[in-house]
């Protein structure tokens, strides 16, 4: 969220950032009058109000003197009258100035490149050459439907369009790409490991900027006012929310598995078939809070970090850096891991790498000092997916098939795997 105080300072460079990101429905010209208004309102009733405590003295004066208070009385009521009126219109105007302030997307770091869509987008650099295949290679569903490991239909049958059962193989996969990733953040990155709640507040969801924008694409728990996590960012960010840390304990490094829920609202198309989008999956998610000056430093090394388990896994990947108007509402810089797909003969994003700056802290009241007297500063925040664990194995089970039909096992995950080399045939 942006300070009030930064947008009456800066009204064009807010206007500026809106049109980048391609947001709508704030106009920061109503928004400043509003808050001249309110400033005044706000002026207007402590004045009433320090009128009112100087009437009340007066009349106890004038009481215990035995002098008429009664004119004094019927002044009291009219200022009281006054300071009801005045009050419900601060009020009136302070939920217009938070709704409004609640809409306006982060700025985007001067880095970032402009641009619509993703078509704007830049890409920085690619890891690896695509396999080319001696046969003509099968989609990723069409290869678990085949090995009996991935059921769609009977998945559909229990809940309905885009869920999956992994079964055999697959599910042991996914376990073993999750243990993988979490012990390689854990021992070689030093994250500390988290399992958070899948459940979490409307307030947690305001703090990371999921509410109020994005409501749409996230699943509600009817008459609990819950809401099911749509990442693990969300518990995890907010997991110190109206603390106040120490600068000697910055950075705090966390990794998190969690299952991930999304309506995927607006989502349709190609991306809707397999594993790529689905309503639920799992995800390795890294947050980082960090001091303001380290924040940047920390994103690229976050992106390495997310890197490295593409290598390790040996998937041809490039990474991009998002445009203002793609990379996202509470971003000021973003970058995006996009693993090679041969059925898509391109890449798909497995990793977004993001930089929120003091966007999220303020929405979470997350702060810090850098001794006893100093002042509190807001923390900067960071997280990485580190990875998408479906799309993770639906790479794998392109990228690593064979003309039998069987699907090799990377190396790094055999032994999660129970030492198995190769997912065959049931009962071969």
């Known amino acids: 969220m942006l300070e009030m105080r930064f947008i009456r300072d800066n009204p064009q460079k807010v206007k500026d950032a809106i049109i980048a990101k391609g947001e709508a429905g704030v106009d920061i010209d109503e928004l400043l009058a509003a808050d001249e208004s309110w400033r005044e309102a706000l002026t207007e009733l402590e004045s009433l109000r320090a009128d009112r405590n100087e009437t009340s003295k ?4 004038r009481k215990k003197a ?19 009126v005045k009050e419900e219109q601060v009020k009136t105007l302070q939920l217009y ?54 059921d769609f239909e009977r998945a559909s049958r229990i809940a309905g369009a885009r869920f999956s059962i992994l079964r055999g193989g697959a599910a042991l996969l996914e376990r073993a790409l999750i243990s993988y990733m979490m012990d390689l953040h854990v021992e070689e990155h030093g994250y500390e490991e988290i399992i958070p709640p899948y459940l979490v507040s409307r307030q947690s969801m305001f703090g990371t900027g999921q509410l109020p924008k994005f409501e749409d694409d996230a699943f509600l728990v009817n008459r609990q006012d819950y809401f099911l996590v749509p990442t693990a960012e969300v518990p995890v960010t907010n997991m110190y929310r109206g603390e ?3 600068a000697e304990d ?22 809707t078939r397999g594993l790529i989008r689905q309503h639920q999956f799992n995800k ?43 990379m996202g509402f509470a971003q000021e810089k973003k970058y995006d891991l996009e693993l090679w797909m041969p059925s898509y003969s391109d890449y798909v994003e497995v990793s977004s790498v993001s930089n929120f700056g003091d966007f999220q802290a303020r929405r979470a009241d997350l702060r810090f000092r850098r001794s006893r007297d100093a ?24 990228n690593y098939q064979n003309e039998d ?14 030492g198995q080399r190769v997912i065959g045939f049931k009962g071969s």
Request: proline share 8%; with cysteine; hydrophobic share 40%.
């Open 66 to 84: 035995g002098d008429d208070a009664e004119a004094m009385i019927l002044r009291m009521r009219e200022v009281n009258e006054s300071i009801d």
């Open 405 to 418: 039909g069987t699907v090799t096992i990377p190396e790094p995950l055999r032994p999660y795997m129970r």
């Open 284 to 326: 390795v998610e890294l947050v980082q809070y960090t001091l303001p000056e380290t924040s940047y430093e920390t994103l690229d090394d976050m992106c390495a970090q997310a890197e490295k388990v593409l290598q390790r896994l040996n998937l041809p990947y490039r990474v991009l850096i998002m445009c203002t108007g793609d």
């Open 375 to 398: 002042r509190p500063e807001f923390v900067h925040t960071l997280n990485a997916s580190g990875l998408a664990i479906g799309r993770t194995m639906a790479a794998i089970l392109e």
């Open 97 to 150: 100035i938070d709704e409004a302030l609640a809409l306006i997307p982060n700025l985007p770091h001067p880095d970032v490149p402009l641009g619509d869509g993703e078509d704007d987008n830049v890409e920085i650099r690619r890891w690896g050459e695509p396999r080319s295949f001696p046969f003509e290679p099968l989609a990723h569903w069409d290869i678990g439907v085949q090995l009996g490991i991935l």
């Open 244 to 246: 106040m840390l120490g």
């Open 250 to 271: 910055l950075p705090m490094k966390f990794v998190a598995y969690s299952a991930c829920f999304r309506a995927e609202a607006g989502a349709a198309g190609r991306d």
């Open 58 to 61: 007066e009349i106890g004066r």
